[in-house]
């Protein structure tokens, strides 16, 4: 026994410690960004006493300078901002209440139409930051983004989120196959990934570089812990799947309104920052989304790479198939499951730091709960259990999410377009894509 | 009550059912007891009283019958047949959608009940077919996917005219008719004899919704009772306790399976559209949570048991409101605020989800025998 445990030690620490070293680099890069962005905006800093409004005016062309916002709100607000040679201005309050910013017309070049130049926001109380979006085009805004240059751009934001769809999915899957668990409490995971770096990064204000890897240390704990004190027991007890699965639905609620209490119903931001959109042909993106989808892609690469070629991987893969011939093999099941548990709420809690700085901007406390149904999706469409049948299938359903809105479906669908291809797939192929042809059930 | 127990010999099957009986008659009589000992609590002075006088109002409302109803759907699924059906809520809201829009485009209230159940019943249809032959967790997982499209299509906003979007249906649009079928005169308030609740006895959130609802608990509850003990009913405990038996006695699985998912799902539509009267049709009140709901009340109560998800629903609603209570009188106003104790009484509720299913799976009433099965 305690050969093989050094035997195991091993390259468990040696891809643990590629994978942090890999983020640490990445999120230097990352940290480098928003704090240029920011130097300009530091203009307005929420506190105890007060909350900030600030915000950047722009066009599908650029920022617009010179532009004027008259803020009215309580407490006798009522002041005309102009922005300055960044588009950007800003407005700090010392009372609570909706404020309502209209965006002076008559301020703007003629050759833009505003869609959108009123803005009503709720101030609930201080230290806060709200960022109001006014809608501005140029004239000539709908000629330029033909049909083929938003399907491409659609496939851009689609491969984004398929790829951090990918990194929660894998976990999902991972421990389905394992263990045989559909783990509903996974979408908590991810929320917690956006909860942390809030609570690392913009309250303690640690930084990305610091609060990053903080994140995912304290989100792999909840893996390891959990399995220590929750599922291992249950396991030994020999409880049904069934059951199991209930009792991930309870930890699921609990988890959700621990949120709750803790930041109500608002949206938390890990870094507050206004990335400039840069674009390539048709294709719109902003740094922070080239570096998140680098990161999943490198840590996508070496989860895999560590399944085909690592000796744990392998075993992974053995209790995956067999959990009784594995045992049977010298195999230690219990801790190549303590080991998925610990890489699937890391990965999960990567996926939502990320989603959360990239994709929303922010964290709510039914995030996670909202992407959970794509996680099911995409792990199921791949074939329930194989941890590359969830990447193959995170991306598709990114795809077709993305791709929804662009082909012309409402986009409050998007969600459901999703779900309505994986119930057409088990029509056709239960197994998934990469599953086993066998009888399931 | 398991099979096995019906294969043995009279004697030990009439003891079997004193037995059940038996319990039946616990547990009626602690549910009175316990309402009968809040009614008298709520005449206590101070917050005791307080507490005891809105557990009481949310163990009678009419939003608690129906999700005993669909609760009681939910264990023709689960309890009987192992189902993992995850989507009740949308069985719920196609009932809710099919009543309220039927009758706020000018059709008679019974052309509207059965436009709810035929939503329902084409539902379970077309979840059914891909999925029955499959393993449980798959039924579970397209559910809970196929609940959430019914109501990200039902917020659409290009629906507005149809179910009203995001807003959902005002309750004015449709409780006319459930309303002028009262005997009740209209717009007297009437104070249930020693306690504090008082109510319009028609009118909108009356006695007239509160009567009807928990009569269709008791027909329900009844149904099922019967159901159970029929030959049907054995056959759906056998799937659930080996579906391969039951397919080598020459049954056929796959068209029990899907009649008990028809009309568990008819049980749930029903649920819905009691869970509308006293209120208004908003479908974001019938999203995943309520379906965890649902299932949270019938394992408090026990599975596969008749009386369990009526005892379940009232526990789960009137726990919540005792719990919430509680903490708001007995901690300092300072350490949580009004909407901090409404989330740590969820919260706990979560945590007694997990504590029942690990270390009382039969729930209140239940028989553990019953519940031995995995799906």
Redesign the interface.
């Known amino acids: 026994m305690e050969s093989r445990a050094v035997v195991w030690q091993a390259p468990v620490t040696k891809i643990l410690a590629a994978f942090f070293l890999t983020i640490l680099t990445l999120a230097a890069v990352a940290a480098v960004q928003p704090a240029r962005a920011s130097a300009s905006a530091s203009l307005c800093l929420p506190s105890a006493n007060n909350s900030c409004i600030t915000s950047t005016v722009r066009s599908d062309s650029g920022v617009i300078a010179g532009a004027e916002v008259r803020v009215t709100g309580p407490g006798g607000v009522d002041e005309t901002l102009t922005t300055d040679e960044a588009g950007k201005f800003s407005l700090s309050v010392t009372e609570t209440g909706e404020y309502t910013l209209v965006l002076v017309p008559e301020s703007l070049d003629e050759s833009l139409t505003v869609t959108n130049g009123s803005v009503t926001l709720n101030v609930p109380r201080m230290n806060r930051v709200r960022a109001p979006v006014f809608g501005v085009r140029t004239a000539d805004y709908s000629a330029t983004t033909s049909f083929s240059d938003q399907l491409i751009n659609g496939a851009f934001s689609g491969l984004r989120l398929g790829l951090l769809l990918a990194l929660a999915s894998i976990g999902l899957s991972l421990i389905y196959g394992t263990t045989g668990l ?1 783990n509903f409490a996974h979408a908590e995971q991810v929320t917690l990934g956006g909860m942390l770096g809030y609570l690392f990064v913009n309250q303690w204000g640690l930084g990305l570089l610091v609060g990053a890897p903080l994140v995912l240390i304290a989100a792999g704990f909840t893996g390891w812990f959990q399995d220590r004190v929750l599922w291992m027991p ?1 396991r030994r ?1 020999g ?5 199991m ?3 991930t ?10 949120y ?2 803790f930041i ?1 119903a608002s949206t938390v931001k890990v870094l507050v920052f206004n990335p400039t959109p840069q674009s390539l042909g048709p294709i719109s993106y902003t740094y922070p989304d080239l570096i998140a989808m680098a990161v999943s892609v490198v840590v996508i690469s070496l989860v895999g790479y560590a399944l085909l070629r690592t000796r744990v991987g392998r075993a992974t893969r053995a209790v995956s198939d067999n959990p009784a011939l594995a045992s049977a093999s010298g195999i230690d099941v219990d801790r190549v499951i303590r080991l998925v548990w610990i890489v699937a709420t890391t990965l999960a809690g990567l996926s939502g730091l990320l989603y959360s700085l990239v994709i929303q901007r922010g964290m709510r406390w039914d995030s996670g ?1 909202q992407i959970l ?1 794509l996680l ?2 995409a792990v ?1 469409l791949g074939g ?1 259990g194989t941890a590359f049948g969830a990447l193959i299938g995170a991306l598709i359903i990114g795809m077709v999410v993305e791709l929804t809105p662009v082909l012309g479906a ?1 986009g ?2 998007k ?2 377009s999703a ?2 291809i ?2 057409l797939l ?2 056709v192929r ?1 197994q998934g894509l990469l599953g086993r042809a066998e009888r ?2 | 009550m398991s099979l096995t127990e019906d294969l043995t010999t009279g004697s030990d099957k009439e003891q079997a059912d004193r037995t059940s009986r038996n319990k039946l008659l616990y547990a009626a009589g602690g549910l009175v007891a316990f309402l009968v000992a809040l009614a008298l609590l709520s005449h206590v002075p101070g917050s005791t009283g307080q507490i005891a006088a809105s557990m009481l109002r949310v163990a009678i409302q009419p939003q608690t019958a129906a999700l005993a109803v669909a609760v009681i759907g939910l264990n023709i699924h689960f309890g009987y047949t192992g189902l993992l059906n995850m989507g009740q809520a949308g069985f719920m809201m196609l009932g809710a959608y099919g009543f309220s829009i039927a009758i706020w485009k000018g059709q008679p209230m019974i052309v509207g009940i059965l436009a709810g159940f035929a939503a329902a019943f084409v539902f379970a249809l077309l979840l059914g077919i891909p999925t029955l032959k499959l393993r449980g967790d798959y039924l579970a997982i397209v559910t809970i996917s196929a609940a959430e499209i019914l109501r990200y299509t039902g917020r659409l906003a290009k629906l507005e005219n149809f179910t009203g979007a995001a807003q959902g249906i005002p309750g004015s649009q449709y409780r006319g008719p459930f309303a002028d079928l009262s005997f009740l005169p209209q717009d007297t308030n009437w104070t249930f004899p020693f306690t504090k609740l008082t109510y319009p006895l028609t009118g909108t959130d009356d006695w007239w919704t509160r009567l009807v609802a928990w009569l269709v608990v008791a027909l329900c509850s009844y149904f099922v009772f019967l159901l159970a003990r029929s030959p049907w009913g054995r056959l759906l405990r056998g799937v659930r306790e080996d579906e391969d038996a039951i397919r080598s006695l020459g049954k056929n699985v796959f068209a029990v399976k899907m009649q008990a998912l028809i009309i568990g799902g008819l049980f749930g539509a029903l649920g819905g559209i009691i869970f509308i009267l006293p209120s208004s049709m908003q479908p974001d009140a019938m999203g995943r949570n309520l379906t965890f709901f649902a299932w949270t009340a019938l394992l408090l109560g026990g599975a596969a048991t008749v009386f369990g998800p009526v005892l379940g629903s009232i526990l789960f609603f009137s726990v919540r409101i005792f719990l919430q209570g509680i903490t708001d009188a007995v901690l300092p106003s300072g350490l949580m605020n009004t909407q901090q104790t409404e989330q740590f009484a969820w919260i706990c509720i979560g945590v007694m989800l997990m504590l029942i299913v690990i270390f009382r799976p039969q729930g209140l009433v239940g028989d553990k025998r019953e519940l031995r099965f995995n799906v």
Do not use: H, K, N, W
């Open positions: 559909s249950l007890r409880l049904g799947l069934a059951q699965m209930i009792v639905i309870g930890l699921s609620l609990t988890l959700q309104y621990v709750q209490f109500g709960m149904l099911f999706a199921t329930l409402p409050d669908l969600y459901a779900l309505l994986l119930i088990l029509m239960p399931v059930g």
